[in-house]
């Protein structure tokens, strides 16, 4: 109940803060949403596939609706074969959704949003639910990604992995921040051996931990400085920059898509056909 959800989708646009900036490259994001928009992915904290589709069938209909129309088939055919050897569900291409694990939906999940390679990615809770294994792959995929120069964002609860990340966000209630910088640095700071004790610490004392922040070194050094760089840099012209990566949309070929993606759930969903024939 901190906001974490409410920062991400502040972070991400989808719910603008009603006061203050983001900034991107110095860019006011809100103000240049729409030429940012072809850079965005986000996965939400439920599921954004069909069950009754196989995983790439799944993929399949996505890329014909989000990437460019100017892709011929085996082109789209090569990004949705990337995209599933990038998650490890080459082997379960054939299979329906609906019979994966919670891991493997959630990677078909990831997958809808990697097709178009966005730059910047938001996952609300992405390991949720997960078995301490998967939850480890999870995490180590998210890394490769910010590795190949993706920008990553997550939400998560679950603790033992947070190595994966370069910088952490700890929110204490009311969205304030009580901890941003290196997980190295994390529990040093708290004065803690585990990342749970950190929860009881914020619990009794918020207040204490949100006002210790503000005067420590790591405030001074990842909020105040980095905000000073960011004012000093030479803005870009997102629309020029963009321009090139914006999706020509066609809306007869989305009706198309539509169409045969809705008969093909039909088809595989013979209970819900006769309901709605009879």
């Not at 918020?206 to 050094?221: A, G, H, T």
């Amino acid at each position: 109940g901190a906001g974490k959800s409410t920062t991400l989708d502040a972070l991400n646009g989808f719910r603008p803060a009603p006061e203050g900036q983001i900034l991107l490259n110095g860019d006011d994001y809100y103000q240049n949403f729409n030429s940012y928009r072809s850079i965005l992915g986000y996965v939400p904290q439920s599921d954004i596939i069909h069950d009754d589709l196989t995983v790439e069938e799944s993929l399949n209909y996505v890329a014909k609706l989000r990437l460019s129309q100017d892709m011929d088939t085996s082109e789209r055919t090569q990004q949705v074969a990337k995209v599933m050897r990038t998650l490890g569900l080459s082997e379960r291409a054939s299979v329906p959704v609906k019979t994966l694990s919670g891991g493997q939906r959630k990677r078909v999940s990831i997958g809808v949003e990697l097709l178009s390679e966005p730059s910047l990615f938001f996952l609300d809770e992405p390991t949720s639910g997960l078995d301490p294994g998967t939850e480890r792959n999870m995490m180590q995929l998210l890394r490769s990604l910010a590795d190949q120069g993706k920008t990553v964002f997550l939400i998560t609860h679950a603790v033992g992995n947070l190595d994966c990340c370069d910088q952490i966000l700890f929110l204490a209630r009311g969205g304030r921040i009580a901890y941003y910088g290196p997980p190295s640095e994390m529990l040093s700071f708290f004065k803690v051996r585990n990342i749970p004790d950190i929860y009881n610490k914020l619990d009794a004392n918020p207040d204490e931990w949100v006002n210790r922040f503000k005067q420590s070194k790591f405030y001074k050094e990842y909020v105040h400085k980095r905000g000073q760089e960011i004012s000093k840099k030479e803005k870009n012209n997102p629309k020029e920059f963009f321009a090139q990566q914006k999706i020509k949309a066609s809306y007869f070929n989305q009706y198309i898509t539509f169409t045969q993606r809705y008969f093909k759930i039909l088809l595989k969903n013979i209970k819900s056909l006769v309901t709605q024939v009879l």
